[in-house]
Antibody, heavy 118, light 112 residues
Framework: QVRLVESGGGVVQPGRSLRLSCTAS????????MHWVRQAPGKGLEWVAV????????YYSDSVKGRFTISRDDSKNTLYLQMNSLRPEDTALYYC???????????WGQGTLVTVSS | QSVLTQPPSVSGAPGQRVTISCTGS?????????VHWYQQLPGAAPKLLIY???NRPSGVPDRFSGSKSGTSASLAITGLQAEDEADYYC????????????FGGGTRLTVL
């Protein structure tokens, strides 16, 4: 059974940085592309970024491009999201999810909350 | 403003059938990309409900079905049950940004 556990969320001031982690178990992590998706309080889902299974390719939404970096460490079964130059509008629950067939998001974690506020 | 358009809310009585639409454009659904659906129960993480337009993962009841035509897709729920009350999101891919995925704005289903 696939289990994804996000961590690293918290309260941070605008302009500062934060790194999120997503630890996976119950799957062969190195075989899966991985996504980050966020959900602002009371709002819908917003896709943030994806990394291919081999880590060679990464893609970002326009709203985070140039500020966020997705990466992975297959030796630790862990996905990361480095978030720089944070803005109040980045406040959201951040989910990691597995990519299936470069098409849909198969399994989801429970999310970690990021609050950007002075 | 979401790339895929869904009605904000739908409702139905127990046992009834409801449908949720998802309207895209020629750069996403109309470009031939598959549509997928996710269910988010109150206070929970999203869960894959339908993938590849009309396929159900193991464990999803056959009361849930999906379809796609042109630049739109639909999720149908028959035999509505109280536990179906949730938010539903459609998702596809889009040509406008390489590698991108796009979601609908979500539809709140209320079981009367």
């Amino acid at each position: 059974q696939v289990r994804l556990v996000e961590s690293g969320g918290g309260v941070v001031q605008p302009g500062r940085s934060l790194r999120l982690s997503c630890t996976a178990s119950g799957l062969t992590f190195k075989n899966y592309g991985m996504h980050w998706v966020r959900q602002a309080p009371g709002k819908g889902l917003e896709w943030v970024a994806v990394i291919t299974y081999d880590g060679r390719n990464t893609y970002y939404s326009d709203s985070v491009k140039g500020r966020f970096t997705i990466s992975r460490d297959d030796s630790k079964n862990t996905l990361y999201l480095q978030m720089n130059s944070l803005r109040p509008e980045d406040t959201a629950l951040y989910y990691c999810a597995t990519d299936r067939d470069w098409n849909y998001l198969g399994s989801w974690g429970q999310g970690t909350l990021v609050t950007v506020s002075s | 403003q979401s790339v895929l358009t869904q009605p904000p809310s739908v409702s139905g009585a127990p046992g009834q059938r409801v449908t949720i639409s998802c309207t895209g454009s020629s750069s996403n659904i109309g470009a031939g990309y598959d549509v997928h659906w996710y269910q988010q129960l109150p206070g929970a993480a999203p869960k894959l409900l339908i993938y590849g337009n009309n396929n159900r993962p193991s464990g999803v009841p056959d009361r849930f079905s999906g379809s796609k035509s042109g630049t739109s897709a639909s999720l149908a729920i028959t035999g509505l049950q109280a536990e179906d009350e949730a938010d539903y999101y459609c998702q596809s891919s889009d040509n406008s940004l390489s590698g991108s995925r796009v979601f609908g704005g979500g539809t709140r289903l209320t079981v009367l």
